[in-house]
């Protein structure tokens, strides 16, 4: 018998494999080769965590005892998949274009993005998920035990729970690594998903090698193995009928509700089109896993002594018949089918717990939300650790109160019905425009509370919550509210008893409450667009725009998004808009985009009320309303047709005002031109004159002072030079008939050489990180430095802060190189930050004197390189970007 | 908001595709009414049915089911319900 130590060495590399896959595939999607990533195979493979433990082990211990009966666990999910057209395709497209980050999401965002909704749904999956991580964990102590079992050795229980806490804490710390790497929930947990699907593999062949090995080692082929099953105690088909329909019916509601099948299957999803494979491949792939369990139970039957567990044996059967090589396999295989049911489990838990409990509970308590100071992404990022770490601990706390025992196994089913009362409010919320909050919170409300009476609580057993009493006569003798003999429904099986009740109630109370309740406008605009998710290419508007401010909403996005994501975004909109930088203005088009882009990150009720709290009112407004009435649609096709085309002439107007102020702006700076140019040129001639008249005038000059008075003449002429030259080179530059001297070199050489030429003494600290700056570039080196040269030199001059500071950071995006140097003092006023780059501009009456031709040149020879300079609005201080080409980037690769 | 009208007839061919979305979407209801067949074969007390019949005709229907599915599939029914469904951008994987 394999001895424990190469157990843990097996475990433990295999542990490192997983690591590996996890942390490669990470690698690979970050240098956006992720094409091979998300192929419809690894979809597919990802919907296997289905298949947890209690699959692995238990079905083999399901059917030992109840024969068939294991298989509508699988048959339900199988025909939800294969009728994908119905009801999963609209999941995953409102999943996608809502941004929905879980089911909790998904619920509180139909019904008007309620918060509270999102609560209840929250809470009620905890506690459904909770004794489902336990019994994960059960399970891995269990196999681990069998091994142990060697002759004179008896694991202690003490040792089982240190074996549990080991695992609940490398699960924790896996799952915080790879599941919480991105703050975006719909940006793929690539890792996570990776390292699922190798998992899926690996259960997938243990299982099968398992069952070839009994059908062919020890049940002597096919024929004999059937023969030796129609000749055992599982001879017969004797399922009881309302069992066989109603678990299939169960497992099909579970594997739409349960949280972490919805990660999986909507969150997770890359492309609509792998749904269509995953509706047969995945069928197949659970038609495989219980293809051999029968064969395995009835040689399991026949081989162990009487009283084994039979649980236990896809591991006994292998080791009791010598093949430790085939257990070792077996043994990963449910190790496997464990581990990836609490990764995705916590990260999904999380999600919520995070997006709908401490993040609102966080925001109320920092009062005013959004214009709360500093980055909000590491508050939700360690939410989310925390809540992770916090879920897989509850698991084993439930394990270590609960002892492990067979109570512990009963309770998937349980868990199953749990998630299950999710069912009519998910899918009334999709396909009936008519479900309302108010219904939604009767159906949920009703339906856990008799779960909890009728299944949750009896499942601990009598006399441990309930006592035998109450579960014999009813509370205070009350016979028609038996947990097992609801108004008097005797006979049946409590199963099937409970969630005939549980569903009924949860389904009729929520369609009556909903029909006599009225939705606010919010529900009804959310109804709408998640009911007619296929027919609405755009959504209709949620926000009256125009009070809020776009630099505020930029802070605010930025907290949030990070600020490269922000800018981007910000920037995009502002192109599409016709507006050059990087503040857009906040149409309600904007506002929604913004407030989904949001959403990914922490959950639609939580961005809806932070956009809010800029925007001010949050109305519903009557032509919103209009959309949302089907009767009046041709009127509102009217009304947006107008809408638009007012907005547009709002927008094309303000384009006209910008480009008129700029127009008037320039000519006066052209008067101005004239004589700002004479005032400069006569200045120093001014002094030349005078000064070459003394020389010449008077006598008796001492040769100290005509050295003094030549070198005065001698520098006015330097100026002069130096400001035509200034002129010419903008004169050339403006012309095009500059010749560049294209090399290549890094983005540090260039910003090295500008940092020793542009600063002069100390006072000005430079804030670098030269392993961003590690970025190979060709262009014209000596241009570039001369316009790094130019804004150090600029923000020496200009930037007003006590201690200045100059940070120059670099990031690489899509193949574009951005230079951003950010001061932190006062900044460029905004009315002035559209004109700074003309000629002869010059910030306020600043005592440092210029011509003003700096910038002017700089974004002339940044035009001529292919690149930018623009100002970067909303960064603390005076920012100005410069962007170099995709080329000169690429080709350096 | 009511759906854009379309054409009144499809020519025959695009008919002929839009009946096996039909047949895509009526698949898993036949699926669900032959796995409840078992519901005939009596419970413990008076089966006759031999198990290895029973699992001969549950994954039978299985197997049957996964391939009409794999079958069904490589028509893209999606697109034939919803025309703005998004393409699979993948290569090789265009039509015709």
């Given amino acids: 018998m394999a001895s424990l130590n190469v157990l843990i060495a097996v475990c433990l590399s295999y542990v490192a494999v997983l690591f590996t896959v996890a942390f490669m595939a990470e690698r690979v999607a970050m240098r956006g080769q992720a094409h091979w990533l998300r192929s419809p195979l690894v979809y597919t493979l990802s919907l296997s965590i289905y298949c947890t433990a209690w699959t692995f082990y238990g079905a083999v211990g399901y059917a030992a005892r109840s024969g068939l009966e294991y298989l509508t666990i699988y048959i339900g999910p199988s025909l939800v998949m294969i009728g994908w057209l119905w009801l999963v395709r609209k999941m995953v497209r409102i999943g996608r274009s809502q941004r929905i980050t879980s089911i909790a999401d998904l619920i509180s965002s139909r019904y008007g993005k309620s918060n509270a909704l999102g609560v209840c749904v929250t809470l009620l999956a905890v506690i459904g998920t909770t004794p489902y991580i336990a019994l994960?964990?059960?399970?891995?102590?269990?196999?681990?035990?069998?091994?142990?079992a060697e002759p004179g050795f008896r694991p202690r229980p003490e040792e089982n729970v240190s074996t549990a806490l080991w695992v609940a804490a490398g699960l924790a710390f896996f799952t915080v690594l790879f599941g919480t790497r991105n703050l975006d929930v719909n940006e793929r947990h690539h890792g996570v998903v990776m390292a699922i699907a190798v998992e899926a593999v690996v259960k997938l062949i243990a299982l099968l090698a398992v069952g070839i090995f009994v059908v062919w080692g020890v049940g002597g082929g096919l024929a004999a193995t059937m023969e030796r099953i129609d000749a055992s105690s599982l001879g017969y088909w004797h399922t009881d009928g309302s069992r066989w329909g109603g678990l299939i019916f169960l497992s099909a509601a579970a594997f739409l509700c349960l949280p972490r099948m919805f990660q999986v299957l909507v969150v997770e999803n890359d492309m609509e089109a792998h749904l269509r494979t995953a509706s047969w491949a995945f069928p197949a792939y659970l038609m495989l896993m219980s293809l051999f369990v029968v064969p395995i139970a009835v040689v399991g039957l026949d081989l162990m002594p009487a009283g084994s567990n039979p649980d236990l044996f896809v591991l006994t059967v292998p080791l009791s018949q010598g093949r430790d090589g085939l257990a070792m396999l077996s043994f990963l295989g449910g190790f496997s089918s464990a581990t990836s049911m609490v990764i995705v489990a916590s990260i999904a838990l999380s999600t919520m717990v995070s997006n709908h409990i401490v993040m609102p509970i966080w925001l109320r308590l920092t009062g005013d939300g959004a214009s709360i100071s500093g980055d909000v992404r590491h508050v939700v990022m360690l939410a989310r650790r925390v809540s992770i770490v916090g879920v897989v601990l509850l698991g084993y706390v439930y394990y270590r109160i609960s002892g492990g025992g067979t109570a512990l196994a009963a309770i998937g089913l349980i868990s199953f019905s749990g998630v299950a009362q999710f069912l009519p409010v998910l899918v009334g919320g999709i396909l009936w425009r008519g479900a309302t909050r108010i219904g939604a919170f009767a159906g949920l409300g009703v339906g856990a509370v008799m779960w909890f009476?009728?299944?949750?609580?009896?499942?601990?057993?009598?006399?441990?919550?309930?006592?035998?009493?109450?579960?014999?006569?009813?509370?205070?003798?009350?016979?028609?509210?038996?947990?097992?003999?609801?108004?008097?429904?005797?006979?049946?099986?409590?199963?099937?008893?409970?969630?005939?009740?549980?569903?009924?109630?949860?389904?009729?109370?929520?369609?009556?409450?909903?029909?006599?309740?009225?939705p606010s406008p919010m529900e009804r605009l959310q109804g709408a667009q998640f009911v007619n998710v296929f027919n609405h290419s755009r959504a209709p508007q949620g926000w009256q725009g125009g009070r809020a401010q776009a630099e505020d909403l930029m802070i605010m996005a930025q907290r949030i998004l990070g600020p490269s994501d922000a800018q981007a975004l910000f920037h995009d909109e502002a192109r599409r808009q016709g507006l050059a930088g990087y503040l857009p203005d906040p149409t309600a088009d904007f506002l929604q985009r913004l407030e989904r882009e949001l959403a990914g990150s922490v959950g639609a009720a939580t961005a809806h009320a932070m956009v809010g709290q800029i925007v001010g009112g949050t109305g519903v407004s009557v032509q919103e309303l209009m959309a949302v009435a089907d009767e009046s649609a041709q009127m509102m096709e009217y009304s947006s047709q107008l809408e638009a085309k007012s907005e547009e002439l709002t927008r094309t107007a303000r384009q006209l005002r910008e480009v008129n102020e700029k127009l008037t702006q320039i000519s006066v700076q052209k008067d101005a031109f004239l004589s700002q140019i004479s005032h400069e040129l006569r200045t120093p001639m001014t002094s030349v004159r005078a000064f070459s008249e003394i020389l010449r005038d008077t006598d008796g000059l001492t040769p100290e002072e005509r050295g003094r008075y030549a070198s005065i003449i001698h520098d006015e002429a330097i100026r002069l030079t130096r400001l035509l030259d200034d002129l010419l080179d903008l004169s050339v530059l403006e012309n095009g008939q500059v010749s560049l001297n294209f090399r290549r070199g890094t983005l540090e050489e260039?910003?090295?050489?500008?940092v020793s030429a542009g600063r002069q003494g100390d006072r000005l600290a430079i804030r670098r990180d030269r392993g961003d700056e590690l970025v190979e570039i060709e262009t014209d080196m000596d241009r570039l430095s001369q316009v790094f040269i130019n804004l150090i030199a600029n923000a020496q001059k200009y930037c007003d802060a006590e201690a200045p500071v100059l940070r120059i950071v670099v990031r690489r995006r899509d193949g574009t190189v951005s230079v951003d140097f950010i001061d932190n003092g006062s900044g460029v006023e905004q009315d002035m930050q559209g004109l700074i780059f003309e000629k002869f501009s010059r910030v306020g009456h600043h005592k440092a004197g210029g011509a003003g031709l700096g910038l002017a040149i700089c974004r002339e020879i940044m035009a001529r390189l292919g690149g930018t300079i623009t100002y970067l609005p909303g960064q603390g201080g005076a920012a100005f970007r410069v962007t170099l080409p995709d080329r000169s980037a690429m080709a350096a690769q | 908001?009511?759906?854009?009208?379309?054409?009144?007839?499809?020519?025959?061919?695009?008919?002929?595709?839009?009946?096996?979305?039909?047949?895509?979407?009526?698949?898993?209801?036949?699926?669900?009414?032959?796995?409840?067949?078992?519901l005939f074969w009596g419970d413990s007390s008076g089966s006759t049915v031999p198990m290895s019949l029973a699992i001969l005709y549950i994954f039978g229907l299985w197997f049957a089911l996964v391939i009409a599915g794999a079958l069904l599939s490589l028509n893209r029914p999606e697109e034939l319900i919803d025309p703005q469904a998004p393409r699979s951008p993948l290569p090789g994987e265009e039509r015709r």
Avoid: K
């Avoid at chain 1, 205070?476 to 509210?481: E, K």
């Avoid at chain 1, 260039?750 to 500008?754: E, G, I, Q, Y």
């Fill in chain 2, 1 to 38: 908001m009511p759906d854009a009208p379309g054409p009144l007839f499809y020519e025959r061919r695009t008919y002929r595709r839009r009946r096996l979305a039909d047949l895509s979407r009526l698949l898993p209801v036949a699926g669900l009414i032959l796995m409840l067949v078992p």
């Fill in chain 1, 750 to 754: 260039a910003l090295s050489h500008a």
């Fill in chain 1, 136 to 148: 994960q964990l059960q399970s891995v102590v269990e196999s681990f035990s069998i091994f142990a």
């Fill in chain 1, 453 to 518: 009476w009728c299944l949750f609580l009896p499942s601990f057993g009598a006399d441990v919550i309930l006592s035998a009493g109450v579960l014999a006569e009813g509370p205070f003798g009350v016979s028609w509210l038996r947990p097992h003999g609801l108004f008097g429904l005797d006979g049946v099986d409590p199963l099937v008893h409970g969630v005939f009740w549980s569903m009924l109630f949860n389904a009729g109370a929520f369609f009556v409450v909903s029909i006599f309740t009225f």
